[in-house]
């Protein structure tokens, strides 16, 4: 017999296993027969009181191909996302701003507490706790944050300038038993009311009705009656969760700002060296965590976390589940790419997932092939642009004269990638006979070819190869 401890690692190793065939399968059904890829915009935005939320067309066929949604939120100064839920994971990358976040997870003990004071204010006597709740994480520009399917949470602006999050909600994903169109279940507010206003920014900028994000506030479809039993409080407090009369949108505006409890937030506690989440304390291998003492974040925007650094040429940096156990379970990672002015990553491929890449500053030219050896993108991407890169597609990125930034998200807890050349390529493994029969060269040729780049993924470049590709357009 097994060890006791072994146990719950080897159920882990067969649900993995388990929810990447059903991912396969997933994908797979939609065929992925892209013969044209094209840089995507939002096609619906949602006005609120306190910001304002964009959304990408998921119909579109590279979406429906790599089974994800992706969305946009800006909120202001004091803003605050109402409480919702999704039925997939999602992952969220804090591209401008800062501010913090709370998840609730059912059955996980309320950790956060103020101190008792005496009931009714006097000296002794009874005593209650004021107030008592779930975990509260901080976040900044850089962060990368997981949500689990099914989690309700929120977010909050706590700086004076606005807070912009992008979002991958990964609807192939195995935790979602529904088809695959994103859904997300708010529990306050009215936010289909705000939908509906809106219905015609997404038929002026492309986007089908088919491609629009549902959602709803779940208390509006339970009685009155029935909410006012099962919560203990009158039929007017209980009326009050239906939000009808809510105009105020799914983010809304605090005016006295947000009071909470939350620990004192330490600048210190981000980076790959002390990359324990404020609220984590257990070890560094993901077994001694549970659902309820989980990291949920990482920053991923420090240089000097970086997993390939070229002084000349700029940076790339990864977020897994090695460095976030809990992507173990929601099967997703991300990274985050910076190229100096020229700068090229060479070509690659990603072996086990599809990327989604989203363009954060500057301007970017990417080229990707498909397995017919057909260029089916061929752009200069700009600032908040979405491509979709398949699994298996051939890609190479070069920045232009200001640079370019980008996020990516992958479908996969630890993505891999190949390359075609550099120094740990697919040509620098093969021998020199090989590559000079293969191409029809001499062996001299062949060793140049296989020899002459020394870096590893991120090269300098000298901007000639830049100006043939053309600006994108949605």
């Not at 092939?369 to 597609?393: C, I, M, T």
């Amino acid at each position: 017999m097994a060890p006791k401890f072994l146990l719950p690692m080897l159920s882990f190793l067969l649900l993995s296993s388990f929810s990447f065939a059903l991912r396969g399968s997933s994908w797979q059904q939609n065929q992925c027969q892209i013969d044209r890829i094209i840089p995507h915009e939002p096609t619906q935005r949602i006005q609120s009181e306190g910001g304002y939320s964009e959304f990408w067309d998921f119909n579109k066929d590279e979406f429906q191909c790599a089974g994800v949604s992706f969305h946009r939120h800006t909120i202001k100064s004091r803003g605050m996302m109402q409480p919702a839920y999704h039925n997939s994971p999602i992952l969220t990358y804090v591209v401008q701003g800062q501010g913090y976040y709370g998840v609730m997870i059912s059955g996980c003990p309320e950790t956060f507490e103020s101190s008792q004071q005496p009931l009714g204010g006097g000296g002794g006597g009874e005593h209650r706790f004021r107030d008592r709740h779930q975990r509260i994480g901080h976040f900044k520009k850089g962060d990368i944050i997981a949500f689990p399917a099914g989690a309700p949470h929120w977010c909050y602006n706590n700086a004076d300038e606005d807070l912009v999050v992008v979002v991958l909600q990964d609807n192939a994903n195995n935790a979602n038993q529904l088809d695959q169109n994103p859904r997300s279940f708010f529990l306050a507010g009215n936010p289909g009311s705000s939908q509906e206003k809106h219905q015609r920014y997404g038929e002026e900028h492309g986007g089908s009705r088919r491609g629009q994000h549902e959602f709803g506030n779940v208390f509006q479809g339970l009685d009155v009656e029935i909410l006012a039993e099962v919560f203990g409080v009158d039929q007017e407090t209980a009326r009050k969760l239906r939000s009808e009369d809510d105009s105020r949108g799914p983010i809304i505006r605090v005016e006295k700002g947000l009071q909470v409890i939350k620990p004192p937030f330490a600048e210190e506690e981000y980076g790959r060296g002390q990359g324990r989440d404020e609220l984590y304390n257990g070890g560094e291998n993901g077994l001694e965590e549970t659902i309820c003492t989980a990291k949920l974040r990482e920053n991923i925007d420090n240089p000097a976390r970086s997993d390939i650094y070229n002084p000349r040429a700029g940076r790339y940096s990864t977020v897994n589940s090695l460095t976030l156990p809990i992507l173990s379970f929601l099967r997703l990672s991300a990274a985050r790419g910076v190229l100096h002015k020229n700068a090229i990553m060479a070509p690659h491929w990603y072996v086990n997932a599809h990327n989604i890449v989203y363009i954060t500053r500057g301007e970017l030219r990417m080229q990707i092939v498909n397995h017919r050896g057909q260029a089916v993108f061929d752009d200069r991407l700009r600032e908040g642009q979405v491509v979709v890169v398949p699994h298996n597609f051939a890609v190479v990125k070069q920045a232009g004269e200001e640079g370019a930034e980008w996020v990516s998200f992958n479908t996969n807890e630890n993505a891999m990638i190949n390359t075609l050349s550099g120094r740990t390529s697919a040509l620098r493994g093969m021998p020199v006979d090989v590559i000079a029969n293969a191409y029809q060269m001499s062996e001299d040729e062949a060793a140049k070819l296989k020899l002459s780049r020394q870096e590893t993924f991120i090269f300098s470049g000298s901007g000639r190869s830049y100006r043939g590709g053309r600006a994108a357009s949605a």
